[in-house]
């Protein structure tokens, strides 16, 4: 499947900072899904965005599907330090093709 | 949501040795997993589709030989590394989905480190 594109590959805030990622992709997205890997660990799901325009949250954090859905962005809002990680968007259902992920370091 | 188990956690193994890891679902069916691998500081890339009862499908450019994937039962998938080379280190993580849920879990991945 087509790749999707992700960026930046790393950002690194002060606590309390907010923070974004986006996933573009050059042709339409049936959906697409956030993941976060903390550092030695596995992809844990986060969410899946389905309708164009679509907009989400999860207490600090908020997902957006473009209209167009072909970009997603996931915001958070108020770092802190339990959100470092990596940041993965995918598209598909089962067979997932990963963006290239950003990493998320985070100053106390 | 669904568990899904790896072992071993972490493998050291000589170059030129095979190496198994096993992927379980522990509390549903699956009845196709996926085998994904990840380099350091990098993105994960599937590697292939283990579909229980028949030949996995392989992603382009994953030498089917070199790693063999079984999926004998509904729970249990196995990726085999065989004739592991220093290049092949690298973490291996498997997911299984169900019908009741939209997203993939993840196994705790197995990291290989071949001498």
């Known amino acids: 499947g087509q790749q999707v594109m992700q960026i930046p590959q790393y950002q690194h805030v002060q606590e309390g900072e907010d923070f974004t990622t986006y996933c573009n992709s050059s042709?339409?997205?049936?959906?697409i899904q956030w993941y976060k890997q903390r550092p030695g660990g596995h992809p844990v799901f986060l969410i899946q965005?389905?309708?164009?325009?679509e907009v989400k949250k999860q207490k600090r954090l908020t997902f957006q599907f473009g209209e167009a859905k072909k970009n997603s962005s996931l915001h958070i809002t108020a770092t802190q330090t339990t959100d470092v990680g990596t940041y993965f968007c995918?598209?598909?259902?089962?067979?997932?093709?990963f963006g290239q992920g950003t990493r998320l370091t985070i100053n106390p | 949501g669904a568990v899904v188990s790896q072992h071993p956690s972490w493998v050291i193994c000589k170059s030129g040795t095979s190496v198994k890891i096993e992927c379980r679902s522990l509390?549903?069916?699956?009845?196709?997993m996926f085998w994904y691998r990840q380099f350091p500081k990098q993105s994960l890339m599937l590697m292939a589709t283990?579909?229980?009862?028949?030949?996995?499908?392989?992603e382009q450019g994953v030498e089917k030989d070199k790693f063999l994937i079984n999926h004998a039962s509904l729970t249990l998938s196995t990726l085999t590394v065989t004739s592991a080379h220093p290049e092949d280190s690298s973490f291996y993580i498997c997911?299984?989905?169900?019908?009741?849920?939209?997203?993939?879990?993840f196994g705790p991945g197995t990291r290989l480190t071949v001498l």
């Open positions: 965005l389905v309708k164009s325009g």
């Open positions: 283990s579909n229980e009862g028949s030949k996995a499908t392989y």
């Open positions: 509390d549903f069916q699956a009845t196709t």
């Open positions: 995918a598209r598909g259902a089962q067979k997932l093709v």
């Open positions: 042709t339409t997205l049936s959906n």
């Open positions: 997911s299984a989905g169900t019908s009741a849920y939209n997203e993939q879990f």
